[in-house]
């Protein structure tokens, strides 16, 4: 990151006849250099910043495992691709945000074999510091290429969430978790855009880039690399082997040389032993050191709490809500919403699916375009709640008290 300062000059164009000022937070994705043409066209008084995630101690090929990380080439792309747009670019680093809030978070998880959300924290890191950006130089308004809407109360102006008008990329999800002085200020060139159209004007406008390669929550998994620099990252007692056990069987199958090495609903691989791949990672014993192996189809489940919820303002929680619980891009359910205390709710959805605990979902009015999102929050469950549904074993105990 050491040649991050040479990109720093830039041009700055006249800002006579110009709109309000808007801060973009730009990247290597198509979606967010047609959104600078866009506002371009416009005529805002645009200025590009971008968001550099360093992780200091990592010594790999960094943007083969972090899909928010910018190699120096590619900042190279972005600081001619302002030029030529004639804006000024902003680069912001951050080292120590970064480690504190995603890699500190990850880490923590990984060593207490709890699903990881590392691009949610990153998410939420990034937005926010873009907005600080956004404050600091008098901006209007901050952009981003998400597709989502914004749509504000004619009573209030209260900002609240909708879905894009394209279904399979849309990520209104994402911007439901933000804080509402975010949401006020947030200008989304794509709201009304596919992702068919988007290609199109990126065509027209001549623009060409590569596409990212790692999927959301699909970035520091599966890479040595990433897996050495967690050990050097945590303590030697904290991260340890130890013995693979099945669901409610006491006997040992194999030992396990860290479960940083694994991850909670997925099948285990073995150098030395073929591993059943309906059996996967259901629970990690910390004090123990033990991974519990259970059927796959435990974790497909019809009912499930969502915990440190975000709300929309105008939710109504008299009576419970008929909804549509998101879970990912390729996961949208009905289901029904039962208020339980101030931050969590109880759902039941309509069909099982593969749920893994601490999960984003977020829930939405209706399925389809424009469908305005309620609320969203993390996933929690364990092992004894699959006890108390009676949907362990035939013919075992409590696996948690016998263990």
């Not at 519990?292 to 435990?298: Q, R, V």
């Not at 105008?314 to 619980?325: G, Q």
């Not at 305005?372 to 469950?381: D, M, P, Q, R, Y």
Request: charge should be negative.
């Amino acid at each position: 990151m050491d040649n991050i300062k040479k990109f720093e000059g830039s041009y700055i164009p006249d800002n006579k006849d110009r709109k309000e000022k808007v801060v973009l937070g730009l990247t290597t994705s198509i979606e967010s250099l047609v959104s600078a043409y866009l506002l371009k066209i416009q005529k805002y008084d645009l200025i590009a910043v971008t968001i550099v995630n360093s992780w200091a101690s990592f010594q790999g090929e960094q943007e083969q495992i972090l899909s928010c990380h910018l190699t120096p080439n590619k900042l190279s792309f972005l600081k001619d691709f302002c030029h030529k747009l004639g804006i000024p670019h902003f680069l912001i680093e951050l080292r120590e945000e970064f480690h504190e809030m995603v890699i500190e978070k990850w880490v923590s998880d990984k060593v207490v074999g709890q699903t990881p959300s590392q691009c949610w924290s990153c998410h939420d890191l990034r937005m926010r510091q873009l907005y600080l950006k956004k404050q600091e130089l008098g901006a209007t308004y901050l952009a981003t290429g998400h597709y989502g809407k914004v749509v504000n109360s004619s009573l209030d102006h209260t900002p609240s969430i909708h879905s894009s008008n394209d279904e399979h990329l849309d990520q209104s999800h994402l911007l439901a978790r933000l804080s509402p002085e975010i949401l006020s200020s947030l200008l989304l060139p794509l709201a009304d855009i596919s992702s068919k159209e988007v290609l199109k004007l990126a065509e027209n406008f001549g623009i060409e880039s590569t596409p990212l390669l790692v999927k959301f929550n699909q970035c520091l998994k599966g890479s040595k690399e990433v897996d050495l620099a967690l050990e050097k990252s945590v303590a030697k007692s904290l991260i340890k082997d130890g013995e693979v056990l099945e669901f409610g069987v006491k006997q040992s199958l194999l030992r396990h040389d860290g479960v940083h090495h694994h991850q909670m609903g997925e099948p285990l691989s073995h150098k030395d032993q073929q591993m059943d791949p309906s059996k996967v990672m259901g629970e990690y014993s910390f004090t123990e050191k033990n991974i519990i192996l259970i059927d796959e189809s435990l974790f497909f489940r019809d009912k499930i709490v969502l915990m440190n919820c975000q709300f929309s303002k105008e939710i109504n929680f008299i009576e419970p809500l008929k909804a549509v619980i998101k879970i990912s891009n390729d996961v949208t359910v009905d289901c029904w919403v039962f208020p339980k205390t101030l931050s969590t709710v109880y759902v039941e959805l309509t069909e099982k699916v593969k749920i893994t605990p601490n999960q984003i979902a977020t829930i939405l009015k209706k399925k389809g375009r424009n469908a305005k999102i309620l609320l969203s929050g993390e996933i929690k469950f364990h092992l004894a709640d699959l006890v108390k549904e009676g949907e362990q074993h035939e013919g075992t105990s409590n696996p948690l008290l016998d263990f």
